[in-house]
């Protein structure tokens, strides 16, 4: 296996020098919904049951809920009395809509969402994206008393092996989080409880370029830099590690979940 000489980045979260940059970029995810839905992986169970734990019959949105990979397994759960997700990207609640998800069109800053009324709102792979005072409020207005979110992270676990660090580097895996990280959070919320875990998917060399296509630095880049990466994963894959087309590769990931309550 290859090895890295330099270390994992520490930072709390993806850097964006400044609003608008984070902005821009998370524009990105305009395209790219259907290589998402099928690369991207789901949320490992214990993260519905630690955003749920004693509430019954709860109203739920999901916020930045992409193709629906944690709305899907919130609406599954009997605890959950409505889903809804929120989205400001069309191909995203186009395949939501697809899966007969409730979806709206809106930004995590202003849902236009009811008053008070969703015992739990969840954002997977959101928070990074998001204006964090501003969201904070909109979280403070749409959540009734009581009330809690959920904020979740599958991050390709880079601390696992050294292959799997040069490959997030290769892939322009910019939403890298430092093990242990804490999020910033906004009036008046405050983290309450962290969950976390981690699990293993499978995926073949060939997938693993889809993935790489659902990261905003692929979405963002001409056909130049495309070309270059798709070059140099293939490089990698196929004649540095010596996988095989349509070999099971187990990559694993790490997921840090996070409750969020009024101070």
Not at 105 to 117: I, K, N, Q
Not at 207 to 225: G, V
Not at 232 to 243: S, V
């Amino acid at each position: 296996m290859a090895h890295s000489f330099r270390p994992p980045s520490a930072r709390e979260a993806p850097h964006f020098a400044t609003a608008a940059h984070r902005k821009t970029t998370a524009r990105a995810f305009s395209n790219g919904a259907r290589d998402y839905d099928d690369a991207r992986p789901g949320y490992p169970a214990a993260v519905v049951d630690f955003f749920l734990a004693g509430v019954n019959k709860a109203d739920v949105v999901d916020i930045g809920a992409g193709t629906g990979k944690l709305t899907a397994a919130l609406a599954a759960d009997s605890r959950a009395q409505t889903v809804t997700a929120v989205d400001p990207s069309p191909a995203m609640t186009r395949v939501l809509r697809a899966k007969h998800v409730p979806a709206v069109r809106a930004s995590a800053e202003h849902t236009a969402l009811a008053d008070a009324h969703f015992h739990l709102a969840t954002l997977a792979q959101t928070w990074h994206w998001v204006d964090v005072a501003a969201a904070s409020r909109e979280l403070d207005r749409i959540v009734r008393p009581g009330g809690r979110v959920g904020l979740v992270w599958n991050t390709v676990d880079v601390n696992a092996d050294p292959w799997v660090l040069r490959l997030a580097r290769i892939m322009h895996s910019g939403d890298i989080h430092r093990p242990g990280f804490v999020p910033e959070v906004g009036a008046p919320w405050q983290v309450a409880r962290d969950l976390r875990t981690g699990f293993v998917d499978t995926l073949t060399p060939e997938q693993m370029h889809t993935l790489m296509h659902t990261r905003s630095y692929w979405l963002k880049a001409n056909e130049k830099t495309r070309a270059r990466m798709t070059a140099n994963l293939d490089w990698y894959l196929y004649e540095h590690l010596g996988f095989a087309p349509g070999q099971p590769v187990e990559l694993p990931y790490r997921t840090d979940a996070f409750v969020l309550e009024r101070a």
